[in-house]
Each structure stands twice: as structure tokens, then as C-alpha cells.
């Protein structure tokens, strides 16, 4: 079965829509944290509410998505760390409904940040952000009073 190839003027709309709904996002954090939650875990693709899977248009979402994660991830890696930890506590004050505190105890606990890496990115790119945003952690740790986590809980 030959798998049709999106030509680029559908490949430029797809990422025009994308990129459209993705600049609803504030933060550079919460758009990896969207864009990581429409990865299916158990395919690596990418789907989205209320797409067939299988279909083509999946399919070039799923690629459009893919690599607007990719791009976005990149991008994420190059910040400083002190730009990063503006964009986590801008990322954090949105979400109205936890407290802080408990926000940061999951963090530590589940490591959530550790699923935003693009499946294609490995080695320096993906250690970078994961010791980045430990570092980052231990921060907001100290600044909401969280003790040591509970790996148990």
C-alpha cells in the first residue's frame, strides 16, 4: 500500500493551523506539555479530539504535530535556565485549580517533564532539559516549601 505524501501547500496549512491554535498558549512549557499529551504512548503518533485514526488527515496532523514538537522542544532546550524557570512559573500560575505546593510535590514524585521530550530527540538535547528542569524543581521546591518527595506515595 503506497502511503500518500502531504504536498507542501498542505503541509504549510497544516502547520498554519496549528501553529494558530498552539499561539493560544502563553508558554513555551505548556505548549510542550499540549503537544506531548497528543502523543498516543502506546504508537508515538499524534492524535487529536475528534480525528480517525488512520485517516491521511491524521496522519499529516500527526506528522505536522510531530515536528512543531520537535521545533518547539528546540527551542525550550536554547533558553537559559533563568528563562525556563520564568516560563514554568508563568506555566504554573495558569493552573488555577492545584495548589502550588502540591503542583511541585507531584512534579517531583511523577517526573511529567520527562514525557515532553519528542521521541526523536536523544542524547544531549534530552538530558539537557531533564537536568534543567531538576534544577528548576529544587527552586520552585525551596520558594513553596515541598518537602523531599515521597517516592512512595
Known sequence: MQRSRP???ET?????????DLSQITTSYGR????AGLRNPDTG????????SGSPSNLVASRTLKRIH??????WVSYSLERKKAD?????ASIDQVDKSELIDAWLRLTPY??????SIRGPER??????????LGLLKNVYGVASPDRDA
Open 88 to 92: 514554568v512559573e508563568l506555566y504554573t
Open 32 to 35: 510542550l506539555v499540549y503537544l
Open 45 to 52: 503518533r499524534y492524535e487529536y479530539y475528534g480525528s480517525t
Open 12 to 20: 504549510d496549512s497544516a502547520d498554519a493551523l496549528w501553529i494558530r
Open 114 to 119: 520527562k514525557n515532553l521530550v519528542p521521541a
Open 7 to 9: 504536498n507542501a501547500t
Open 127 to 136: 538530558q539537557r532539559h531533564i537536568s534543567d528542569f531538576e534544577a528548576i
Open 70 to 75: 520537535e521545533s518547539i522542544f528546540k527551542e
